[in-house]
């Protein structure tokens, strides 16, 4: 009996260490989103502001949007799958039976800042916003 509820608790142990590991990929995947969306629209701008006479050019403009868009939604459920796994990791430390205030899902269900979910939303919608009107403005004012 003793030796089932150390395998079950070793279990546990390598459960949570997983899902900590996953958390920490979803994290490291959102922030590289966020840096290859400002990248690749940097670089697709730049070349559309020096190479006006290529017909091309107003088509490319809108790159931006369409890769920030797609970045976006993947960051999206990169956030949904870091909030399951959050959950995830308290209820198998609840398993564990750690003291109530000790256990790092327990601790992010209870202390997560919003402010960080709120900047990630603001970082996708201001660069979504500025994708679109760039372009909208340069073939407005008849510049594509």
Same mark, same amino acid.
């Given at each position: 009996?003793?030796? +089932? ?5 070793? %279990? $546990?142990?390598?459960?949570? +260490? ?14 590289? =989103?966020?840096?290859?969306? $400002?990248?690749?629209?940097?670089i ?7 190479? &006006?006479? %290529? ?15 797609? &970045?976006?939604? #993947?960051?999206?459920?990169?956030? #949904? ?11 198998l430390?609840?398993?564990? =039976? =750690? ?13 997560? +800042? ?14 979504? &916003? %500025? ?5 909208? %403005? ?7």
């Amino acid at each position: 009996m003793q030796n +089932e509820k150390n395998d079950i608790t070793e %279990f $546990l142990l390598k459960e949570a +260490e997983h899902v900590r590991n996953v958390y920490d990929e979803r994290v490291s995947q959102t922030r590289a =989103l966020e840096r290859y969306s $400002l990248f690749t629209t940097g670089i697709i701008w730049a070349w559309c502001s020096t190479n &006006f006479e %290529f017909p091309a050019v107003k088509i490319l403009v809108w790159m931006p949007a369409l890769i920030t868009f797609l &970045f976006g939604i #993947r960051a999206w459920g990169n956030a #949904r799958a870091m909030y399951s796994a959050r959950d995830y990791l308290a209820k198998l430390e609840s398993k564990i =039976l =750690l003291p109530e205030d000790i256990g790092w899902g327990k601790h992010l269900t209870k202390n997560e +800042e919003p402010r960080l979910s709120i900047t990630a939303y603001i970082f996708w919608a201001v660069l979504q &916003f %500025f994708t679109l009107i760039i372009p909208l %403005f340069l073939s407005q004012k008849g510049i594509l």
